[in-house]
């Protein structure tokens, strides 16, 4: 059983920056894409950024590239979000999610973590 466990969530300013952290455990996850995703309040979920577990590949929304990176540690098998220049519209609950999935991007997502909260206030 995949679990993931995101930390690193608070409150920051404008212009700020956090780092999230997704730790995953359960499997051997060599195969796997991970990807972080957001939902504002009153709004869909939205897809953030992807990698390949190695880290060769990655991919960003529009909306935050530029100013996000993921990345991975294999040896903590953790992922991890880097978040700079934050704006108030970044607010919103960060889950992460895996998959097993070839396609690249990834279409759908098997695995999700409980969500941390980001606040960033103007």
């Known amino acids: 059983q995949v679990q993931l466990v995101e930390s690193g969530g608070g409150l920051v300013q404008a212009g700020g920056s956090l780092r999230l952290s997704c730790a995953a455990s359960?499997?051997?996850?060599?195969?796997?894409?991970m990807a972080w995703f957001r939902q504002a309040p009153g709004k869909e979920r939205e897809f953030v950024a992807v990698?390949?577990?190695?880290?060769?590949?990655?991919y960003y929304s529009n909306s935050v590239k530029g100013r996000f990176t993921i990345s991975t540690d294999n040896a903590k098998n953790t992922v991890y979000l880097q978040m700079n220049s934050l704006k108030p519209e970044d607010t919103a609950v960060y889950y992460c999610?895996?998959?097993?999935?070839?396609?690249?991007?990834?279409?759908?997502?098997?695995?999700w973590g409980q969500g941390t909260q980001v606040t960033v206030s103007s």
């Open positions: 990698t390949s577990w190695s880290g060769g590949r990655t």
């Open positions: 359960g499997r051997t996850f060599s195969t796997y894409r």
């Open positions: 999610a895996a998959t097993e999935r070839p396609q690249w991007p990834p279409d759908k997502y098997n695995y």
